[in-house]
């Protein structure tokens, strides 16, 4: 491990000097490291940007219509968050189902979004309640704004350039008239990587939908919403006969594999059944 | 680097790669070896350990994490009244079978007593206070049997146990 280099940077200015001294290194952004460190032997040729003395990325503040998270925010931070509690509780949900205490203590929001694996379990609600990324550019030496769908760009993989990372997490905060539904499958119930997970928002009156948003998770190469399914919704009452088509169109949207942890059918099976638990829920 | 940091209430000075893991500097270089290694991964809770006072895997917390941080492991909490109380349940109940999960779960234990003392604790979150924890011999029954046991007690744990 001698030659492994990292870098702490206390401000956004040291790092800008930093990253300009040594841009034609691969730069590797760490922040809880619960899941770096893991395979830390095989950081090696990177260079760890260390962002947990970074005063951007923390903190968890709302207005009228946002709730905004530092990508720093452990995950104990925003389930206990009562801004988020009271606004996003979907978030909550889904939280709730990640890991143990010990693993919430140290990961962070930033790292699940930002790994950008189709099994993170805080994407899929993130994707339905439409969140964007503040993303730090060393390079340009400012931020931008990008809606959370242009980060990812296949599993594991994100659009950012070398060096960029994620500050925070803006969340629009949805009315109180919509229904919310978090529901994973995995192995066991605790301490479990996602085989299919769905997210749901949904705004519905005398069973009718009038506007409703998917997102599902360990399914596609990137969590996206399943648009043709909320198509096909939207405007329609939810009735045994809808859900059973709905079934049909949401198989075409997903496009599941078998691996370590499921099969490609098994996968197919459960996302379907999500669908109809979600919606059969979410009417009442 | 080096890294000066707090192990149940002593200042430590130690030299360390950033990536180097608290779980490594605790056994090896202090030789607290209470805290044991299980996956090596967050997932068994066997090195369980209190970091600025709230429970985390010493596997997964980088030393360039550590400068001034608070430490506090199993070995650190033997001579609290609470302590032997715990190790008295866990030994009546026959919570403890090869004993290597033990440290981890009874640093859970006691994270969870501070947190659920004088209030009603229903199965559920006992499971989820304990997901991180994992237990080859007993079956989970034993040891939840104990956690329950000590809860009844109401035991006086205190927010922080140095400083």
Known sequence: ?284 | MIINFFVNGKKREIEADPLDRLLDILRDELHLTGTKEGCGEGECGACTVFMNNKLVNSCLVPAMHLDGAHIVTIDGLRNFDFFKKIQKSYADNGAVQCGFCTPGFVMSTINFLREYSNRNVTDDEIKDAFAGNICRCTGFEKIIAAIKELHAMNLEIPEKFYG
């Open chain 1, 1 to 284: 491990m001698d030659k492994m280099q990292s870098f702490s940077p206390k401000n956004l200015e040291e790092y800008h000097t930093f990253f300009n001294d040594n841009k034609e290194m691969k730069f590797l952004i760490f922040a809880g490291g619960t899941d770096l460190m893991i395979d830390r032997f095989s950081l090696e040729d990177s260079i760890i940007i260390d962002i947990s003395h970074l005063e951007v990325c923390f903190g968890i503040e709302a207005d009228e219509k946002h709730v905004t998270i530092g990508a720093a925010s452990t995950l104990n931070e925003i389930l206990y968050s009562q801004e988020v509690q009271a606004k996003i509780p979907i978030l909550v949900d889904a939280i709730k189902t990640m890991a143990s205490i010990q693993v919430r203590n140290r990961a962070t929001i930033g790292g699940n979004v930002g790994n950008a694996s189709p099994a993170g379990d805080t994407i899929t609600p993130l994707v339905v309640l439409g969140a964007s990324l503040q993303i730090y550019s060393p390079e340009a030496k400012s931020e931008r704004n990008i809606p959370l769908s242009e980060y990812f760009c296949g599993p594991c993989t994100n659009t950012l350039e070398n060096g960029e990372f994620i500050t925070k997490i803006n969340i629009p905060i949805p009315s109180e008239k919509m229904k919310y539904y978090f529901r994973k499958v995995g192995q066991r119930n605790a301490m479990t990587i996602t085989k299919a997970s769905l997210s749901c928002l949904a705004n519905i009156e005398n069973n009718e939908v009038l506007d409703i948003r998917f997102a599902a998770g360990s399914v596609s190469p990137t969590v996206q919403r399943l648009t043709k399914t909320e198509d096909f919704l939207t405007d329609n009452k939810i009735t045994d006969i809808t859900i059973e088509e709905a079934k049909k169109i949401l198989a075409k949207e997903i496009h599941p594999i078998t691996d370590i942890r499921s099969t490609k059918v098994f996968r197919m099976l459960l996302t379907k059944n999500l669908l109809v638990d979600c919606l059969r829920t979410i009417i009442y």
